[in-house]
């Protein structure tokens, strides 16, 4: 039936083997899932340093992972194994992707650099390869130009940490094929998550509504209309967020937040929601760059 054959076409087209560069905090997490969930996967970083970091985590992560699923037992040291074995690591982009169904580029938030590797790997991997990027606040369609592979490029968005939250942005560019966004898909479900969709607009959906909702809750404090801890405690009880705006920000980093901002504010300088707050200049350049920094909004003990 026509129905079996799109699905075999569909099998056929399915992912098998992913290639993760950047082996950071984004890159280790997509590694991990996609070895957990039966990819073949090879990992690559510049950093051979970060490579060997990364690899240690994965193994104490997969193995939180396992204890968590199966218990202790023959069936929790098996997924270890298997997931271990599904992993490989290198340090050179260029032959990593000769066999790849799907390249995750997971490296630093640079678009020079983005697009100097992604002009690269468009000459090294086969046709067929899918390339997408995991940044959070460039434009898809700017990092894509590097290759001549538009109607198989776009953006797969994960969230920190990558084991643990449940949602993929994926995001597709005015060329972006249907083949190409149904792959992407399939292999975000494959993955464990639940998928989205979302055009190549700043901050997808998630960062979109929450990046303006942090420096709303900035400027409140600036205006010296309330303390950030009563902003935190009015936002988890009354509107039941788990965090407060300032928790979150603490989360994810001050400095992140402002690189984010200042970004978009290049941009789209008429949107006042993506002003820069003068507040928050201040903290990141005393260094208070959050949880990681030991201060931000609030103190944490080293
Ligand atoms: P990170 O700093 O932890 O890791 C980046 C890694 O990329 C480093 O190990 C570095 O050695 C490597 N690298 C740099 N240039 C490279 C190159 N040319 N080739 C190969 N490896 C290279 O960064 P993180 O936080 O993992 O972020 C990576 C990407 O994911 C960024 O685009 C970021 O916007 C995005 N992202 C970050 C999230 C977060 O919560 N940190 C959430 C969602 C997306």
Not at 140 to 155: P, S, V
Request: with cysteine.
């Amino acid at each position: 039936t026509r129905r079996s054959l799109a699905q075999s076409a569909a099998m056929a087209n399915a992912i098998k083997n992913v290639t993760v560069i950047g082996s950071g905090l984004m890159g280790a997490g997509i590694a991990q899932v996609a070895a957990q969930t039966g990819h073949s996967v090879t990992m690559v970083d510049i950093d051979p340093v970060a490579v060997g970091k990364a690899e240690k985590r994965i193994a104490d992560s997969i193995s939180r992972v396992a204890k968590k699923k199966f218990g202790e037992g023959d069936e929790a040291t098996k997924f270890v194994s298997e997931s271990l074995s599904r992993l490989r690591t290198s340090t050179d982009a260029v032959a990593s992707v000769e066999s790849a169904d799907l390249v995750v580029e997971a490296i630093v938030e640079n678009l020079k650099t983005k697009k100097e590797l992604f002009s690269k790997l468009d000459n090294a991997a086969p046709a067929h390869t899918i390339f997408a990027s995991n940044t959070s606040s460039i434009p898809i369609a700017k990092i894509a130009e590097a290759t001549n592979r538009l109607d198989r490029f776009g953006g797969l968005h994960f969230f920190n940490p990558v084991p643990v939250m449940k949602l993929l942005e994926v995001v597709r560019i005015p060329e972006t094929s249907s083949d190409t966004y149904d792959a992407m898909t399939a292999w975000g479900k494959a993955m464990g998550k639940v998928t989205v969709e979302c055009k190549d607009t700043p901050g997808f959906i998630v960062n979109r509504l929450l990046v303006p909702f942090m420096f709303e809750a900035v400027r409140m404090v600036e205006r010296g209309e309330a303390s950030p801890k009563d902003v935190d405690t009015a936002m988890k009880l009354g509107a039941g967020h788990p965090m407060g705006p300032f928790e979150l920000m603490d989360y994810v980093g001050l400095d992140t937040g402002k690189f984010i901002i200042d970004g978009w504010h290049k941009d789209y300088p008429d949107v006042e929601i993506f002003s820069p707050s003068p507040l928050l200049e201040k903290l990141v350049s005393e260094g208070k760059h959050g949880v990681k920094s030991g201060e931000g909004f609030y103190k944490y003990k080293k």
